[in-house]
């Protein structure tokens, strides 16, 4: 095991040694996506505030969340990002075929590619995440610095994410549709949109068991609740870690296996 975990530590320092070739290649798919468009890359801008702005006029105003617009439109901005690294993760492999049987590139450098390409699509979704907080004169605190902290664990716990869905894809290729119907109920179960507070039964349960909440309340808490969300880190940071164990573990077994799969 000790071998598997040296040689995906080796296969991560090398990759990310390469970062100007996983960035230029981030940058060349964004702008390959909207060429000859006439707005280019600002329609990832655009998207966002169609569909937050569909959420917030559909589901309306709930007296049990403060300040519900900007409520809905951080939850929704965070999991957008995730649903995205997850449904698109399961498929890296598969879309990089080409390049894996001919070329002797490390993993690492298609899993940056990725995160890199996820990253740039939601910068453009903060900036509208955070004019829709700035219309509707959300305060800004000191409290925002932890959400600072709350999105640097999800970009943290990006790549092994993508690892772990990637390598389960090219293993299990059922799992591409198995996934994509869960993260299709995932967004009506996890509370982007509404509370468990003045619920119960199966709603109070469903906030409190789905894993994605809590990355949403990292996220979200400081802000709208203006409280450190020290239960929601506490369990998103142990996530994380096992994350990135199953990742490391993976990818020290099963990179080389990987051409074969393909």
């Known amino acids: 095991m000790l071998k598997s975990i040296d040689g995906a530590l080796a296969d991560i320092r090398t ?6 070739v996983w960035i ?15 707005l280019g890359p600002l329609w ?16 309306g105003h709930n007296a049990a969340i403060p300040n519900f617009p900007s409520y809905a439109a951080t939850g929704l901005f965070t999991w957008l990002y995730i649903s995205e690294v997850v449904n698109l993760g399961i498929t890296l492999f598969k879309r990089e075929q080409s390049f894996i049987m001919g070329t002797t590139l490390p993993i690492t450098v ?15 979704a903060l900036v509208g995440c955070l004019a829709i907080m700035v219309l509707e004169g959300t305060p800004v605190t000191f409290l925002w610095l932890w959400s600072a902290l709350g999105l640097g664990m999800i970009v943290f716990w990006t790549p092994a994410i993508i690892l772990v869905c990637a390598f389960g894809g090219a293993f ?22 509404w509370t468990h507070i003045g619920g119960g039964g199966l709603r109070t349960i469903l906030y409190h068991w789905n894993p994605f909440t809590y990355f949403l309340d990292i996220v979200r ?11 929601a880190l506490g369990i998103s940071g142990a996530i994380i870690l096992v994350t990135w164990a199953a990742a490391l573990l ?6 080389k296996q990987l051409v074969f799969i393909l």
């Not at 994509?180 to 982007?192: A, D, E, S, Y």
């Open 15 to 20: 990759g990310l040694g390469m970062r100007r």
């Open 24 to 38: 230029a290649l981030a940058h060349e798919d964004i702008g390959d996506q909207h060429r000859r468009t006439t």
């Open 44 to 59: 990832l801008l655009v998207n966002y505030f169609a569909f937050t702005g569909a959420f917030i006029v559909v589901f």
């Open 110 to 124: 298609y899993v940056m590619r990725m995160t890199m390409q996820s990253l740039i699509r939601a910068g453009y």
């Open 172 to 193: 299990f290729p059922d799992l591409q549709f198995i996934v994509q119907n869960m993260m299709r109920l995932g967004m009506f179960v996890t509370p982007i949109f």
């Open 221 to 231: 808490t400081p802000i709208i609740f203006d409280q450190i969300p020290g239960h």
């Open 250 to 255: 993976l990818l020290g077994r099963l990179r």
